[in-house]
């Protein structure tokens, strides 16, 4: 049995990273490290807290003493890190907490896996010489687009959030530490997720939320900026391509090709839910708001964000290429999947 740390598995992401993992591969066992900061809920992982081959350990991943604890402790044979602080609203109003969690955090888990997995720069220990560390980024680190280009591995970084800031100077110190010491690394920048899990402050989720309590959808600006959108499982299945057959040294773009602004996306899922759950069935609405004739009419726009970049878009090429990738879900599949199961939620009372 192979013991593989995983960072912040209690979020979105990881949360749907780790039942896939645990049932693909029979020969792991997962160590989840997670803060439990307002972002993680243990309820994500319900399905696996029997699951023998499955830890959980709250804790920060700025905490060395604890993170070389745990690398002893289970032998850590592999990382895949995915912890880190995400809201870019959060970050513009502190963002000391993301450089402390993204960039020092980063930067203690990579420094002790080096630690215990290799003698000096270049020498690996002999029996880690296939460990490696597998670092989730984002494409916001590179910036915004224009109305034609794609991101791609060779898209030089432009981060205009604390953010994605915070998330590039953690790249870079993963970068270091291959070019410097010879560890085995690996980056992945994905687009825009999606999907069952997420937290209710995201857009998505937000927005249904929003509609099934009558309240006003808040769009930032003039609703037109594009994202690439991909569905969290696809994400999982790129990274698990990565981690296992990806090139060492290498970054990998990983997108859905799921161009949309978000008028386009809430438009979209107010037309669900009219077909789905219409008003006339939805007992949460007020008196007030029980005369509108679709969740449509619920649309604010309010005033935008400071730095909101405006447009992503992730050229997969060299993944699907060279690995073999492909999403199985298409923008019009993943959303249907996606606002069945908040229903599914926020229908139950669950908050």
Known sequence: MTNILITGGVGFIGSNFIPYFLEKYENYNIINLDLLTYAGNLENLKECEDN???????????????????????????????????????SIKNPGVFIQTNVNGTFTLIDVAYKYWMDK???????????????????????????????????PYAPNSP?????????????SYQETYGLNTVITNCSNNYGPKQHDEKLIPTI??????????PIYGDGKNIRDWLYVLDHCKGIDLVYHTGKEANVYNIGG?????????????????????????????????????????????????????????????????ELGWRANENFKSGIVKTIEWYLGKYLSGIK
Not at 60 to 78: A, K, P, Q, T
Not at 147 to 154: L, S
Request: proline content about 2%; some cysteine.
């Open 52 to 90: 023998p081959r499955y830890k959980f350990i709250k804790g920060d991943i700025c905490n060395r003493e604890l993170v070389e604890f745990i690398f002893s402790e289970y032998d850590i044979r592999g990382v895949i890190h995915f912890a880190a602080e995400s809201h870019v609203d959060n």
């Open 208 to 217: 249904i939320r929003k509609a099934l309590n009558g309240e006003s959808i």
């Open 121 to 155: 720069p270049n020498t690996y220990k002999d029996s880690y010489k296939n460990c490696r560390f597998h670092h989730i980024s984002t494409d916001e680190v590179y910036g915004t687009l224009n109305e034609t280009d794609f991101f791609t591995e060779k898209t």
């Open 257 to 321: 090709r799921n161009e949309r602004t978000n008028l386009e996306i809430v438009h979209t899922i107010c037309r669900i839910l009219d077909e789905q759950y219409p008003i006339p069935k939805n007992s949460q609405f007020s008196i007030l708001n029980s005369q509108l004739k679709s969740y449509k009419e619920l649309i604010t726009f309010v005033e935008d964000r400071a730095g909101h970049d405006r447009r992503y878009a992730i050229d997969a090429t060299k993944l699907e290429n």
């Open 163 to 175: 953010y994605s800031a915070s998330k590039a100077s953690s790249d870079m110190i993963v970068r």
